[in-house]
């Protein structure tokens, strides 16, 4: 882009901006004819995911080229986006079309990763970088299912940590299952979610296939024989809520379901585990109950949802 960019008298205005060495972000900018408004391109970002060439058919780390197809790690995720966003930007350099808005391109420098905080678009948005692209429509343009995506769900990362009590197998009434515990904390969780997060009207207009969902999908436990009551268990899950909620108001519910069994675990119980499995115990050794804690994992991902009456989408719709 540099023969085009205004220090060498063309009229793209190319910001690169770095908070972390190496690792820097693009805002490009083309006004010509500009009256108000801007259509902002954001998404495509420099990073790549790992790639493990045992798993690929062709070297990932090469660019290989067979028809009208590339091959190598990241030409879909997302380094041809890139690629075809900043041809955009040099045919529109090049053309000099007449535009009453503004039309800008961020390129990202990290979104496959957290691990390295600071560095990509959280950044920019703490800085004040976008804040003037917020009078017109933005398109992402990240890799996705090949056609215009109308919303995404939220998504928070948990672990439910259950704290149970050891003991023999052969004597369950002086232990506290955790594996229980954690079996029946979850049904009730999962039970009072979909209570306050029903399917949600609009997920049918906006063509949802699913409404919010709130599951487990991983389980670890103490280390121990098979003749143990284990002492505690963690489950891992996710929620994935459908835009038309809060997930920070979700949160707050799932950690008040979360308080409410820790006054009161006994309410769990319903006897179909049999007359020893009891999470709240007064016995000869003292009085042992399980207990509840949920971490979540890192800050949870806000949805959204486009509006279908908008410039922008009123012209995806008409253009595709």
């Not at 409410?260 to 000869?284: A, F, M, Q, T, W």
Request: hydrophobic share 35%; glycine share 10%.
């Amino acid at each position: 882009l540099k023969p085009y960019t205004k220090e060498d008298g063309g009229l793209l205005k190319v910001d690169h901006i770095t908070y972390v060495e190496g690792r820097g972000n693009l805002i490009i900018e083309y006004e010509n004819g500009y009256e108000k408004g801007t259509v902002t391109f954001i998404g495509s970002h420099l990073d790549v995911v790992p790639a493990n060439p045992e798993t690929w058919e062709r070297d990932p780390f090469k660019l290989t080229i067979e028809g009208d197809k590339m091959y190598g790690r990241g030409t879909t995720d997302c380094l041809g986006h890139v690629a075809m966003v900043t041809e955009l930007f040099i045919q529109l350099a090049e053309k000099k079309p007449k535009l009453k808005r503004k039309v800008v391109a961020v390129f990202i420098a990290a979104e496959e990763s957290t691990k390295i905080p600071g560095v990509g678009i959280d950044m920019l948005l703490k800085n004040g970088k976008l804040d003037h692209l917020m009078d017109g429509p933005a398109y992402w343009v990240d890799s996705a299912d090949g056609h215009p995506c109308l919303g995404t769900a939220s998504a928070a990362m948990w672990t439910l940590k259950c704290k149970g009590r050891l003991f023999h197998s052969g004597l369950p009434h002086k232990g506290v299952n955790s594996l229980e515990l954690a079996m029946d904390a979850v049904t009730h969780i999962q039970k009072k979610f979909y209570e306050d997060f029903p399917p949600h009207a609009s997920e049918s207009e906006y063509m949802f296939v699913t409404p919010s969902t709130m599951k487990p999908t991983l389980v670890k436990g103490a280390e121990g024989s098979v003749n143990q009551i284990p002492p505690w268990t963690e489950v891992q899950g996710d929620i994935r809520l459908t835009p038309f909620y809060d997930i920070t108001e979700c949160v707050k519910k799932v950690n008040g379901y979360v308080a409410e069994l820790n006054k009161d675990i006994s309410v769990l119980v319903s006897g179909s585990r049999g007359p020893c499995s009891k999470y709240d115990i007064n016995i000869e050794e003292g009085h042992f109950k399980g207990e509840l804690e949920m971490i979540w994992l890192g800050t949870p991902l806000k949805g959204i949802a486009c509006k279908l009456d908008s410039d922008g989408h009123t012209a995806l719709r008409e253009a595709t």
